[in-house]
């Protein structure tokens, strides 16, 4: 595939030329000749192509956006910009983090392409650790610490006016990914559409309960919209979201397919629908997505392992993860509350018992935004689009969709109660109340 912009598609052998025409990827390799280089095709996504370029003196990833969504074909266009801000963001939050962010070497806008550090074995993608049952013991501690970085470093509360509105501006340019964002999250689970999926028959009903649930969709717009007004006898709520609230430079897709882990090592990658939104979205879809691993351990139980303690190391792993990230951000604003942040001016929020107060409720309006979109992003790994590997991999189909009934049970009260849960304690006896 070619066009007239000097974008070409590129394949295992067309990378070899490609990787000689950069110097910054032919360095790594230790230069000069080629000689000796495997080349891998590994993406499993939905969007991209990813190869693994491995040779005697060194080793990156080259990914590349293609001007179409993979997993449907160019039937779906989308744009190669995507892996523009995909680089950008990599940059960005490798600056704020790079303990937990793969370095980029290389980035070719005409041909959207970007070489980075490859992550070498036994870095495994995260979803794939949880199916099969390992225990990472700094998970909480290093995701706890790469959001309360990348968030807090990127908001108003750090931030210039200034810096934040030329930021805001860079990113609006994803448009695309927002666009299939607010598509595949919160619009198609909830009406009739021809890429919705589901386990069929056994989900059939349930499905159709989702797209009949006014209460459900009345939550799901006041995520999605600008000004979303929920109307009571004598009550008129506006509620900023999703599509307007540009809080932080967020992931945008940060399930547990978008980080890769080892025992003492995790690392944030694919950062494609990158923009400044709701940080709730990012710290929600990572919450969300422990949660369907947990509803899916019953699928992979045996009689060897009926997965009991690996659930509640799941539970704990959720806990340990809020209550790290609280710690975390509070400490970041604390310790810059005399900087240049203009959310929340000093001068003005001059009093200890004050500030306390309006930390603790920017941290509790933050954990009800996390569960509505952890929740959100619940429902369309069931009923929509693209699912996950967790329950896919179960083969019984009976028992994969009572997995996911009950997934899609507790995503829908956490969607509809969010704002009476106080602790994250709480969201974890809703769990075990539906599935112990």
Known sequence: MESGDGFRALDEKSVVEYIKSAPALTARLGGGQLDGVEIREVGDGNLNFVYIVLGPAGSFVLKQALPYIRCV??????????????????????????????????????????????????????????IAGIEYPLLAEHMSEYMAKTLFFTSLLYHSTAEHRRAVAEFCGNLELC????????????????????????????????????????????????????????????????????????????????IMVTSDSTQVIDPEFAFYGPMGFDIGAFLGNLILAYFSQDG??????????????????????????????ISLWDEHKDGKGEAYLISIYNKPELWISLQQKYLKDLFHDALGFGAAKMIRRIVGIAHVEDFESIADASKRASCERNALNCAKRLLKERRQFETVGQVISVIQEIQP
């Open 73 to 130: 074909g160019e039937s779906w266009p989308m744009t190669k910009e995507r892996a523009y801000f995909e680089a950008l963001a990599l940059k960005e939050h490798g600056r704020l983090c790079p303990d937990h962010v793969p370095e980029v070497y290389h980035f070719d806008r005409s041909m959207s392409v970007i070489g980075m550090r490859y992550l070498e074995p036994p870095h495994i993608i995260l979803r794939k650790g949880l």
């Open 179 to 258: 666009r299939l964002t607010e598509q595949v999250v919160f619009s198609d689970p909830y009406r009739v559409s021809h890429f919705n999926r589901w386990t069929s028959p056994y989900l059939d009903r349930d499905a159709e309960a989702v797209r009949e649930d006014d209460a459900l969709k009345i939550e799901v717009a006041g995520l999605k919209s600008i000004a979303t007004f929920l109307t009571t006898r004598a009550l008129c709520v506006r509620i900023m979201r999703f599509c307007e609230r540009a809080q932080a430079l967020i992931h945008g897709d940060l399930h547990t397919g978008s």
């Open 300 to 329: 992979h139980a045996n009689e060897g392992n009926d997965r009991k303690a690996y659930k509640q190391w799941i539970l704990r792993t959720i806990v340990e993860t809020w209550d790290l990230f609280q710690k975390k951000f």
